[in-house]
């Protein structure tokens, strides 16, 4: 059975081995940030349970600021409650769960409990061989990102409602 929930705290060590299973360590959220993350905006984690365990999730602060900025991604603090975009910091599906949808599934009631909020619309960043998969979700590549998380290029992309 597959249920998709909003973090709560006790949810800390789940979402941080995902997050390590998902991506390299310099681009990985630490366990500090998703800590504060939690504690600050645990409705903005959408996480994805099969059979009872959590194996994917996405997450991210709602802003006014139109462009996903990498201070963001440690400064919890920033997010606005109000704030008429929703950032996406991360679509991480454990690998031994990815190829079936999950994350896809995630990713859609983030989108529309945003939809729902009356933001704007949603904002990420990915690597160039994702850019293909968020937009079929709608998103619309804004081209390379000014960002430096991770060392890496990144494409900033957006879906407004």
């Not at 139109?66 to 929703?86: C, F, T, V």
């Not at 190829?99 to 619309?121: S, V």
Request: with cysteine; proline share 2%; net charge negative.
């Amino acid at each position: 059975m597959i249920t998709i929930r909003n973090a709560r705290g006790d949810d800390l060590e789940r979402i941080c081995a995902i997050e390590q299973a998902c991506f390299p360590a310099a681009e990985a959220a630490s366990r500090e940030s998703i800590r504060e993350r939690l504690r600050v905006y645990p409705e903005h984690f959408w996480l994805l349970e099969a059979d009872g365990e959590v194996v994917s999730f996405v997450n991210g602060m709602a802003t006014d600021t139109p462009h996903l900025e990498d201070e963001m991604y440690e400064n919890a603090s920033l997010h606005n409650e109000k704030g008429a975009w929703q950032m996406i910091f991360g679509v991480d599906t454990h690998p031994d769960f990815r190829k079936k949808g999950y994350a896809g599934q995630a990713l859609m009631a983030m989108i529309e409990d945003a939809r729902k909020a009356g933001r704007k619309g949603l904002v990420l960043t990915c690597k160039d061989r994702l850019v293909h998969y968020y937009a079929r979700f709608g998103f619309v590549d804004e081209g390379i990102s000014d960002s430096e998380h991770g060392g890496v290029v990144w494409h900033e992309m957006r879906l407004t409602f």
